[in-house]
């Protein structure tokens, strides 16, 4: 089964986040926007997926790579963060709301299950830190993201006619009620058990027998 590890999102991740948000968005975010909310500990939570690759990522690049690469390499080592970051998302505390701002897996890692195993570590997150409900937009045409939403128990409350500039399309807005009520719970530990794939979740605070 493969093994993906899920972790806070830091400056050194941004490189590769930014590589996938530009592939994946039509209106990408900038690396400063992801700086803005990281800075913002307090009330943020972004986290990114790896898939760890020890065997290589253990040796030192090749003498002839930039001295920035070598950096990053030093420093993956030494927070335990070797692998290929693959998706990530985030999501912002607003009083008693936890706004999903974003979500994306790379197109080769897709169907794997790695966007559940995200949403599951936000959720968790969100449970513990006292947020009471979820709630995120969609593009209307979004039926991929709507149904791993759904999975996560959002339905849909409201749309926003118009919202994304870039053609003009509706926002579906979604919500979960409430997250912390137990049938909730046992809906994230059925997604949770349902996963074929085995994440490690290196969040502090965080542990499985969290459901
Ligand atoms: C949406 C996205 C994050 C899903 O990532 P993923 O890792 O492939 O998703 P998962 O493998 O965890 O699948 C979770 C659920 O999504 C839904 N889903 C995934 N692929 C689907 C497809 N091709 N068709 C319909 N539903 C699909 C299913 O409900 C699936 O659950 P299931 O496997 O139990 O049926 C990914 O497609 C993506 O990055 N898209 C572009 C960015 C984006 O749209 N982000 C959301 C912005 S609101």
Redesign the pocket.
């Known amino acids: 089964m493969e093994t993906i590890e899920i972790s806070r999102m830091t400056y050194i991740d941004l490189e590769s986040v930014c590589e996938i948000e530009r592939i ?2 039509p209106r990408p975010w900038t690396r400063s926007m992801f700086e803005h909310d990281l800075a913002r500990s307090g009330y943020t939570f972004y986290v990114v997926a790896r898939i760890p690759s020890p065997s290589t990522d253990t040796r030192a690049p090749a003498s002839r790579v930039g001295r920035g690469v070598l950096k990053h390499w030093r420093a993956s080592l030494q927070t335990g963060r070797a692998g290929r970051i693959v ?1 990530y998302g985030g999501m912002l505390r607003v009083g008693g709301e936890g706004r ?1 701002s ?5 197109p080769a ?9 995200l949403m599951l570590t936000m959720a968790k997150w969100a449970i513990k830190s006292g947020i009471q409900w979820l709630t ?4 209307r045409s ?4 709507q ?2 939403y ?2 996560f128990g959002f339905y849909k409350v409201a749309v926003r006619e118009g919202y994304y500039s870039d053609n003009n399309e509706d926002a579906i807005v979604m919500w979960t009620g409430d997250i912390t009520s137990p049938n909730y719970k046992k809906l994230l530990g059925k997604t949770g058990r ?1 996963l074929n794939i085995n994440v490690i979740e290196r969040i502090e605070g965080l542990v499985e027998t969290d459901l």
């Open positions: 994946v968005f998706g999903i974003t979500l994306a897996v790379g890692y897709r169907n794997r299950g790695i966007a559940k195993a995120l937009e969609v593009r979004n039926l991929v993201a149904n791993l759904k999975k349902s």
